[in-house]
């Protein structure tokens, strides 16, 4: 049944909130960051990031990054309307709408937004199919002049729902890994054949990166360059995201640092 009373939505999103809160925080966190300047925490942090991650994992990012200038673009449907409230209570923005389906007024809040923060999207929300990347945020960050930074996340053996992502269900005090990447640029004024190459090289950089993540959290080994994180506010995302930022590293240069090859090599394969 939907939740459509302003008291019910209200309820489950304060049961939600307190819920995320005490789960996540018996996880043990572990990050690679191809730069740890594009985590928002980080002081040396300078410049605003669009960060996009598999529905599925939602959680993690929910729970370790609020209340660090970041708004997340969520759909208008009835049912993102409990994680609207959700994700205000952890300390994000929210922006409703689509970038294509009757999204002008969504970008045009975005654009407002992109201008003094960073934005966060699920690329494959709010219904899928799963682990497949919308063109919305590869415009977005051409259009804006922001670059994209891919985050794989993965929890050590997790539940997972009967939905269309498998949403993932963390074990308590099991192991939750994310493997970032650089800031990605995104040339400004792309065509139709440039915005299809960025997206499908991107969801083929995030998919690497979330199985690596998952793999990684299942193994419980180490890898070269991890850190713990914890659940921190920014002190520096306020002011730091309006100032000039690196514009990031071409997708091509990305890709080949983790030994995936481009869109193009694959096509005339």
């Not at 660090?68 to 409990?82: E, K, T, Y």
């Not at 609207?84 to 407002?112: H, I, P, Q």
């Not at 997790?158 to 269900?169: C, G, K, N, S």
Request: hydrophobic share 40%; aromatic share 8%.
């Amino acid at each position: 049944m939907k939740l459509t009373s302003p008291f019910s939505i209200g309820a489950w999103s304060l049961i939600s909130t307190a819920s995320i809160r005490q789960w996540m925080k018996t996880l043990d966190y572990r990050v690679v960051f191809g730069d740890p300047e594009v985590d928002p925490v980080h002081p040396a942090y300078r410049g605003a990031k669009i960060y996009i991650f598999w529905h599925e994992n939602i959680l993690m990012p929910l729970y370790l990054r609020g209340h660090s200038n970041i708004s997340m673009l969520l759909s208008r449907h009835a049912d993102a309307n409990i994680l609207d409230r959700v994700a205000r209570m952890m300390g994000f923005g929210v922006v409703r709408g689509s970038t294509f389906r009757g999204g002008s007024v969504a970008l045009r809040e975005l654009a407002e937004q992109a201008a003094v923060g960073n934005l966060t999207i699920t690329p494959d929300g709010p219904r899928g199919p799963r682990r497949r990347l919308a063109p919305g945020c590869v415009f977005l960050a051409s259009t804006l002049g922001i670059p994209i930074v891919a985050m794989g996340l993965g929890f050590q053996r997790p539940w997972r729902l009967a939905t269309w992502d498998r949403f993932a269900i963390p074990r308590p005090w099991s192991r939750a890994r994310g493997i970032v990447s650089r800031a990605i640029q995104v040339p400004a004024g792309l065509d139709r054949e440039g915005i299809e190459w960025h997206r499908q090289g991107i969801e083929r950089l995030l998919t690497h990166l979330s199985d690596s993540a998952e793999a990684w959290a299942t193994s419980g080994g180490r890898l070269e360059g991890q850190c713990p994180v914890r659940k921190e506010p920014s002190r520096v995302a306020l002011q730091a995201a309006r100032a000039p930022g690196q514009p990031g590293v071409p997708l091509a240069e990305e890709l080949a640092r983790h030994g995936l090859p481009d869109p193009a090599t694959l096509a005339a394969a």
